[in-house]
């Protein structure tokens, strides 16, 4: 199961979520559960499933990845199963987050290069063929100044993934509890704050629509209580996943986008 497998090896993993939240797995049974069904967090895991399928786009398969925010490594992890012999780098404010981004893919032998700086500011390179930066931009007051440092060091043929919450009540009601800068993006801001940095973009699509915030609200509930998180985690994962054959909703909770730099021979499809 994603980031299962990764966690449960290590005899003692901590993680901490966005709005504060901080879970200690020590335990044999969190080990065995974490084994059986992964991180009972249900943003983590759609935004998670959504961005791998996403990747698997990719031809030819992405040999450098970049996550811009990458926090405790989770997506590095399972990009390194999905693209292994990939390089793979991470930067992240959080000196706290490197290094459990650190344990987590030292543990599993990948190698790896870390950055703690302002993505705003960073010099990240170039060439990367597979940049994500998911549910980042939010937090950063100069987001247009991040995408820009993101589409520098994107190459030619390079996919960005961004994962933003969308603009709607949803995201409005839960904002402050996540220190955003922002309550949400539409497709249309997002849009132009990626042609003003020379990308297109490809498609977007919504998440978190009715089903998915009524599965998201009663997972961020549940999680006070890890044996109940545990046990609700399949049904509501599989109730957030029908999204995906309902229409656009304006009350959407989350967008993702895939952009690349802008074609010389006109827009790209979407």
């Known amino acids: 199961m994603p980031f ?9 993993a901590v993680l901490s979520t966005a709005d504060g939240r901080t879970a200690v797995i020590g335990s044999w049974p969190a080990r065995m559960a974490l084994r059986a069904i992964g991180v009972p967090h249900l943003g983590l895991r759609i935004r998670a499933a959504l961005i791998m399928q996403e990747a698997a786009r990719c031809a030819p398969p992405p040999r450098r990845i970049l996550d811009a925010g990458c926090g405790p490594g989770l997506y590095l992890a399972e990009l390194a199963r999905v693209f292994p012999g990939a390089d793979l780098a991470g930067i992240d404010l959080q000196q706290e987050k490197l290094d459990q981004a650190d344990a987590v893919l030292s543990a599993l032998g990948v190698p790896h290069a870390l950055l703690r700086a302002d993505l705003t500011t960073a010099r990240l390179g170039n060439g990367h ?18 995408i820009m440092s993101l589409a520098a060091a994107l190459g030619d043929g390079g996919r960005l993934l ?3 919450p969308a603009a709607s009540r949803f995201s409005s009601s839960v904002a402050a509890d996540f220190d955003h800068k922002r309550d949400g993006y539409t497709p249309e ?6 042609d003003a940095a020379g990308l297109d973009v490809v498609r977007h699509r919504q998440y ?7 599965a998201w609200r009663a997972n961020r509930m549940l999680l006070r209580w890890p044996a ?3 046990a609700s985690f399949p049904p509501l994962f599989a109730l957030a996943w029908l999204d995906r054959l309902l229409p656009d909703d304006r009350e959407a909770g989350g967008l993702m986008v895939t952009a690349m730099k802008k074609s010389r021979n006109g827009p790209r499809a979407h």
């Open 189 to 194: 801001a997002l849009r132009q704050l990626l």
């Open 4 to 12: 299962g497998s990764v966690l449960a090896k290590r005899s003692r």
């Open 162 to 164: 961004i994962t933003v």
């Open 228 to 230: 109940l998180a545990v």
């Open 208 to 214: 978190f629509k009715g089903p998915g915030r009524l």
């Open 129 to 146: 063929d597979l940049i994500i930066c998911s549910d980042v931009l939010e937090h950063i007051a100069d987001d247009g100044a991040a």
